[in-house]
């Protein structure tokens, strides 16, 4: 029972558990291998070999089970109270005379949660017998950090683990709710029997693999975690699943996209798979060492090769989806959403989806708000940008209408405050789209080539009701630093196309003429296309009069 100054700790507040519940063999102290030397020991003494994944086969399950099967092996001349008698007594020899065996990272973790004044509860499968002698090891080296202890002998077996019976009977000693407490478990059976009682469960690697499930995080053991880091993984636990346009949700899951990063900054874009495979010419990367985990953590290939391991973020997505097209590029639709000046609840006009890769930044940038009318004429292309904007947002938007149809043919009335042309030949769709774009709307033309690019800006000028084009082109370069080495990556991403950004007059209004002539032979006898309406081809070679 708690006494009334350990009461007094076990209020549940919002920001971290109320208690933490530790399994014993496996998770707090590395007593496994003293069981599994033990049944191997008293089976070899009978002539019978067990292999290691039988014996891995009963952690965490209470002993009646193994003690059973050990039997049952042995034959008739060993009763199950025989065998069980044998591995108890052999079991308590070793936790007698050995040193306390910590798993890794543990005394820290003890410490800081004792300084907290967090409550804290061993909850285990094995005998009190067998667990005392480690348990007076604890006392005489760091003091009892424990509030109570429940052992096999507080159950019956029809409670004991996987049952919920071990969890519950520890949180009512504590005082405190089961589902504001933490569990520290390492065997498939304890993870049952903690999940199955309401607690919130971080699982650590032990000789079973315990695998994802409600409210479970699971890291590789607990070396390098604080208190911090642990109410961390407890909110984790609870963090309902989310599209990658939120960020993702809680621990990765199965069917997620994720983006690998190798020591030499190369991203490799994969979905988990339960039982998948990542090949690598250094070895395999198992999809079940990242599923029920925290992104941000490091993966290491059989061969030693160690990947970061994060949800990608909007611009990975992006250059990583599957595509039909090609998509226009972050550092284009970076540049389009604020050249373009998309905010917030505005109508927007887009031409070209492919796959969609200006789709999904152009959704996010209106909001729920906004409404994104997206032309592209080929079904295939509209099929793919669909699949890809469901898969980054969780649904297809309710803010988002793609049509799969000719502009010029298809379009509506609809006003709209801004649009971007993504094709072959915008130039020729510069009237249709002027039609419903609104005094001071914003055209933003996306094009790859300078002859493409010329012939918009000169569209523009010649119908007169535009401002006058401004076109540019980005590029990006990323720089090394470390230490007094600092000098430019290797690595520039260079052109991938041209913006043009002009905006929409009034009905009616025609833009100043520019004082400012072109270049001679600009628009000269070689040229054919559009021509500013103050420019004929005879003024266009007619020397100034400065020059003559």
Known sequence: MSTPRETSLHTSTADRFSAVLWDFDGTLVDTEPRWAEAELAILASHGIAWDSEKASSFTGRPMIHV???????IGESVTVDDVRHQLLTMVSTFNRE??????PGVLDLLTQIRQAGIPMAIVTGSPRAVVEPVLEAMREGIGNPFDTVVTADDVTEDTAKPAPGPYLLAAERLGVDIANCLVIEDSPAGTTSATTAGAAVLTVDGLAEVGPGPRRVHRPN???????DMIT????????AAPVANGGGGVLRAGERITLTDPKGRKHSIVLQSGGIFHTTKGAVRHDDLIGGPQGVVVTSVGGLEFLAMRPILSEFTVSMPREAAIIYPKEAAQITMWADIFPGAR???AGVGSGGLSIPLLRAIGPNGRLYSYERR?????????????????????????????VAGITSEPIDRAILDMLAPWECVETVGKVLVPGG????????????????????ADGGWTEPQATETTTRDWHAEGLAIRPAHGTTGHTGFLVISRRLAPGV????????PAPGAYGPDYHGPRPRNITEHDQWRLPKEEK
């Open 67 to 73: 003690c059973e099967a050990m039997a049952s092996q």
């Open 98 to 103: 050995r040193d306390v065996p910590w798993c």
């Open 222 to 228: 607990l070396a390098g975690l604080s208190l911090a």
């Open 233 to 240: 993984l407890w909110h984790l636990a609870d963090e309902p």
């Open 348 to 350: 927007v006009l887009e």
């Open 379 to 407: 079904q295939e292309f509209a099929d793919v940008a669909r699949k890809n904007v469901e898969s980054f947002y969780g649904e297809v938007p309710s803010t988002w209408d793609l049509n799969v149809c000719d502009l």
């Open 442 to 461: 914003v055209l933003c033309c996306y094009v790859a080539t300078t002859t493409q690019m010329g012939l918009v800006m000169d569209t523009l000028r």
């Open 510 to 517: 025609t833009a100043p003429i520019r004082k400012r002539r």
